[in-house]
């Protein structure tokens, strides 16, 4: 936000387990593309495994490939995406939120 606050804009929610290595991220409903296909888990799975594949040269990629690999982001259902970490991370909303990230 204006005062450098995280907010959520297409996320209802981000919880992670007691060792804090496996995180949910709960989608907001309604959330539609710009041809009104509704956003999904797949998507965001599907987004963050893009941005993990060296090949592609994501500007992300060296933010998030120390966290993860592909393998451990995961599609629950169509509004739960759950990511594993290869450790403990308290800061994975900042870097998701963060501008690094924007395709």
């Given at each position: 936000?204006?005062?450098?606050?995280?907010?959520?804009?297409?996320a209802?929610?981000f919880?992670?387990n007691?060792?804090?290595?496996i995180?949910?991220?709960?989608?907001?409903?309604?959330?539609?593309?710009h041809?009104g296909?509704?956003?999904t888990?797949?998507?965001?799975?599907?987004t963050?495994?893009?941005i993990?594949n060296?090949d592609?040269?994501?500007?992300?990629?060296?933010?998030?490939?120390?966290?993860?690999?592909?393998?451990g982001v995961?599609a629950?259902?169509?509004s739960?995406?759950?990511?594993?970490?290869?450790?403990?991370y308290?800061?994975?909303?900042?870097?998701?939120?963060?501008?690094?990230?924007?395709?």
């Amino acid at each position: 936000d204006k005062d450098g606050n995280l907010y959520n804009k297409l996320a209802d929610d981000f919880t992670h387990n007691s060792d804090g290595n496996i995180w949910k991220i709960k989608l907001k409903k309604g959330v539609v593309w710009h041809d009104g296909a509704p956003f999904t888990a797949k998507d965001v799975a599907y987004t963050i495994q893009y941005i993990l594949n060296p090949d592609n040269k994501a500007d992300a990629y060296p933010n998030l490939a120390p966290l993860l690999e592909p393998k451990g982001v995961r599609a629950l259902d169509a509004s739960t995406v759950e990511i594993e970490l290869k450790q403990p991370y308290a800061l994975l909303p900042q870097v998701l939120g963060s501008k690094v990230m924007f395709l």
